[in-house]
């Protein structure tokens, strides 16, 4: 009787609980089912939104393709460059809305979170009270209890109950567990899209600057078109060439400097020989790649190396030791340096507001040789970077070391 007595104690102290913890928990949780679908319809509509700036790139990013195909015009190269901008304002809100849709997927994840972790701790509390049910200081031994039995029916019933109460307990000590694992690749996803969350901002930067490229980029051909159109093509020709020359000089030169490389013994540590290649600039945002299709003028040349977009005056320092060939003016690259190495490479650093050093000069690694700036035809401050193999431009990612932090300062 007395065991009997303990079960119906057990189970009315369990339904006094389930009670109250439905009056405790069940308005949060109506609250928490509400959050979470108005934040599941955010993230719907945020995601349409994405899907149509999308089709819209697509759109525009037709035409760019179209007109890169036609021959070079000024009326042409005004409306390429007008419908590139078109392209990188709406990557901008693409970015933009990708952002507003992660801090979204974010916010659902964390009241998810939240409402998995209020039903953990409700968890927890029903176990830790059904076992107190079991093993509290009153509880009877089960000899007690079969020897208190008034017949085998009552005992029987008895027993059933424990092992009832039993499986309960397990039922709820593994929804526990599944609970807490649930919540642990919730908050590791979190994680995932915290990080994704940062990369997108990064590339938002990154749109702005090369956004800023080509609203520069059309000035120029503003400034063009006060001419006619035969002195465009006058100045386009003058752009082919100058980049001509210099491909040909470098090769000729490049043979002749190596030679006196290998005879000279500068006494610093790394070596002429060293032909490893360290990033000009500690910092910077890169708005064009070597043979980048968005390249606003890639119908005169193909972009021949990095640009990277600093404010001028930015400490510009050597990729590698070597001997400067020289240290120019064209109408192209502006102010810019070219300076030869061992192993048969070159650097070329343009568009620079002041040059630190001269021809034949030895330079080590690391040692400012000019400052960056916007002159020659260029699209706004920044470092024109190459790197070049027996005279011919090659793609300087593939050759460059050493720290680089993203950042327009």
């Known amino acids: 009787m007395q065991f009997a007595r303990l079960m119906r104690l057990g189970g009315q102290k369990v339904g006094v609980l389930m009670l109250g913890f439905s009056v405790l928990f069940g308005t949060t949780m109506i609250v928490r089912a509400e959050d979470v679908q108005n934040l599941e319809r955010e993230v719907e509509e945020k995601q349409a939104e994405i899907e149509s700036i ?216 790394s070596g002429l020989a060293n032909t490893t290649v360290t990033w000009p600039m500690d910092h910077g945002i890169i708005t064009a790649v070597f043979h980048d299709p968005s390249y606003p003028f890639r119908y005169l040349f193909e972009h021949s190396g990095l640009d990277i977009a600093v404010p001028s005056g930015t400490e510009v320092t050597a990729a590698a030791p070597g001997v400067v060939a020289w240290a120019r003016t064209g109408r192209s690259y502006g102010n810019y340096v070219m300076i030869i190495h061992e192993g048969g490479y070159a650097t070329l650093y343009a568009h620079l507001s002041r040059m630190d050093v001269v021809p034949d000069q030895f330079v080590a690694r690391g040692q400012r040789i000019a400052l960056s700036g916007n002159s020659g035809f260029s699209t706004g401050p920044h470092l024109h970077f190459e790197v070049r193999l027996n005279g011919i431009p090659v793609n300087p990612q593939d050759y460059l070391t050493g720290s680089f932090r993203h950042s327009y300062q």
């Open 54 to 269: 999308n089709k819209r790139i697509d759109e525009y990013s037709a035409r760019v393709e179209q007109l890169a195909q036609e021959s070079g015009s000024l009326a042409n190269d005004a409306a390429l460059i007008e419908n590139q901008m078109i392209v990188a304002e709406l990557d901008m809100s693409l970015t933009r809305a990708q952002i507003e849709n992660q801090e979204l997927e974010i916010t659902l994840l964390e009241t998810r979170i939240e409402e998995e972790t209020g039903e953990l701790v409700r968890q927890r509390y029903l176990l830790s009270e059904a076992l107190f049910t079991l093993y509290r200081k009153e509880e009877i031994g089960i000899v007690d209890a079969i020897f208190s039995a008034s017949d085998f029916n009552e005992l029987f019933s008895q027993v059933e109950q424990l092992q009832d109460l039993g499986r309960d307990l397990q039922k709820t000590l593994s929804s526990t567990q599944s609970l807490r694992e649930e919540l642990n690749e919730k908050k590791d996803n979190r994680q995932l899209r915290l990080s994704s969350l940062f990369d997108l901002q990064y590339d938002l930067e990154v749109l702005f600057a090369q956004l800023e490229r080509q609203q520069a980029a059309k000035l120029v051909l503003a400034e063009s078109a006060e001419a006619s159109e035969a002195e465009y093509r006058v100045l386009t020709n003058e752009l082919r060439q100058e980049r001509q020359f210099v491909n040909n000089e470098v090769a000729q030169l490049q043979a002749e400097i190596q030679a006196r490389i290998r005879d000279i013994n500068p006494g610093d540590d």
